[in-house]
């Protein structure tokens, strides 16, 4: 039986997310990955809803998304009072005049916690004038957002440097072990299984195989079927 994990991440951070993904391809693990596209602000029930542990991958991204914060704390912190979230720090990316660059993810210090107030009641105070302009469900939704995460961004900060984040060069480094004797997986990979077919069966199919159907040429030219494989789906 496979362990189980979800992987919750801003979409800006794929590459990191990737990462994982493919570091952990191998092991006896199936990985159900959750971005802020998924989330649509409906971050709780989604959330609540999930049954595996979790890991998180924080980031500057993360940390200035209404659909990744909105409604959040509640469940994150059940999620850690039930020893199913890792939370794992890594670069936020910035993209300038079509750039992109990464920079360090910090909420250590108290400057940086008033950075993130400073950002959320600057996002608050632009959607409510937007709202005044445009007084229509989005913008409510918006301006409701904002709001309540001006309000929690301190709480959530200081949740996060309680959960000791992880830089993910650390966990790298370690070759996940902290990842998995939290969530007592098996850090052992699992050897895929080789089906071979035997000569003798090609030897004689070989006839059959070479004389394709004419609906499966054009132009006279042998054309390649696409044929999923079974074991994939």
Sequence with gaps: MRDQLTLFYHSDNSADAQQIINDLEGYNIGIIPLTEVDFKYNFLSIAEAVQTPVLLLLSQNWLQSGATLYNSLPVLEELKNQNRLFVVCVDGIVVEDGVSSRVPTQIDSQSVVMDYMKYWQQAYLRVRTQRKYLDNAFNQEQEKVAKSISI??????????????????????????????????????????????????????????????????????????????????
């Design 152 to 233: 929690e961004i301190e709480n959530i900060i200081n949740f996060f440097k309680d959960a000791s984040p992880t830089k993910l060069e650390s966990l790298t480094g370690s070759n996940y072990l902290p990842f998995f004797n939290q969530f007592s997986f098996v850090a052992e990979k699992v050897e895929k299984e080789v089906v071979t077919t035997p000569i003798d069966f090609i030897e004689e199919n070989t006839d059959s195989v070479a004389q394709l159907d004419e609906s499966t040429s054009i132009n006279g030219s042998a054309q390649v079927v696409q044929v999923d494989d079974p074991s994939e789906e």
